[in-house]
């Protein structure tokens, strides 16, 4: 049987391996941090014009609302989508394009597509593509439609970049830009 080699000396081994292939490969190169909120990349358009900042832990915020339009009214079912998509987008909500993002989930194939794709419910599909859009990966053009972007620091860009139109925006859905 074959005698164990000295461990402290593997190790002292592997360490100057290291050193001597980062001399020669020189450090890292410094990656720009980006931002963890999709309100801190400034996306640009008429969706992301409006955020929507609720003060206070969900359960307060949800009683205020209950007290002061009653717990079936549109205000109650309104703010629990915003409570929701919290979660997601952080302390700034952009309601308007999170909601057009639900209706390319209702209107559209796109979450059957991709629950299919990951093998997962359709409701987690939803959760993925919010996440998506919160990471700045999918945006809401001005004229309503679904694109892929690439956010500003993700690359060697310094501005926003749309690379691919996923979905068309239903008329009746859009918003007038001013």
């Known amino acids: 049987m074959a005698a164990k080699k000295n461990s402290a000396a593997r190790r002292a081994g592997e360490a100057a391996?290291?050193?001597a292939a980062a001399q020669r490969i020189g450090p890292r190169p410094v990656r720009p941090v980006l931002p963890q909120h999709l309100y801190d990349l400034k996306p640009p358009g008429v969706y992301y014009r409006e955020w929507d900042t609720?003060?206070?832990?969900?359960?307060?915020?949800?009683?205020?609302?209950?007290?002061?339009?009653?717990?079936?009214?549109?205000?109650?079912?309104?703010?629990?989508?915003?409570?929701?998509?919290?979660?997601?987008?952080?302390?700034?909500?952009?309601?308007?394009?999170?909601?057009?993002?639900?209706?390319?989930?209702?209107?559209?194939?796109?979450?059957?597509?991709?629950?299919q794709t990951l093998g997962v419910p359709p409701e987690e599909a939803r959760e993925h593509l919010h996440t998506?859009?919160?990471?700045?990966?999918?945006?809401?053009?001005?004229?309503?439609?679904?694109?892929?972007?690439?956010?500003?620091?993700?690359?060697?860009?310094?501005?926003?970049?749309f690379v691919e139109k996923k979905a068309d925006a239903p008329r009746e859905l859009t918003v007038d830009s001013d």
Do not use: C
């Open 132 to 161: 998506l859009h919160a990471r700045g990966v999918l945006l809401i053009a001005d004229d309503g439609s679904l694109w892929m972007t690439v956010p500003p620091g993700a690359d060697t860009n310094d501005h926003w970049v």
């Open 17 to 19: 391996r290291r050193a």
């Open 54 to 115: 609720p003060k206070g832990a969900d359960e307060e915020v949800m009683k205020k609302v209950n007290d002061d339009f009653g717990p079936d009214s549109d205000a109650a079912l309104g703010m629990r989508f915003v409570l929701e998509y919290r979660r997601t987008y952080g302390l700034r909500v952009p309601v308007m394009a999170a909601r057009q993002l639900d209706q390319f989930v209702v209107r559209t194939g796109l979450a059957t597509d991709l629950a």
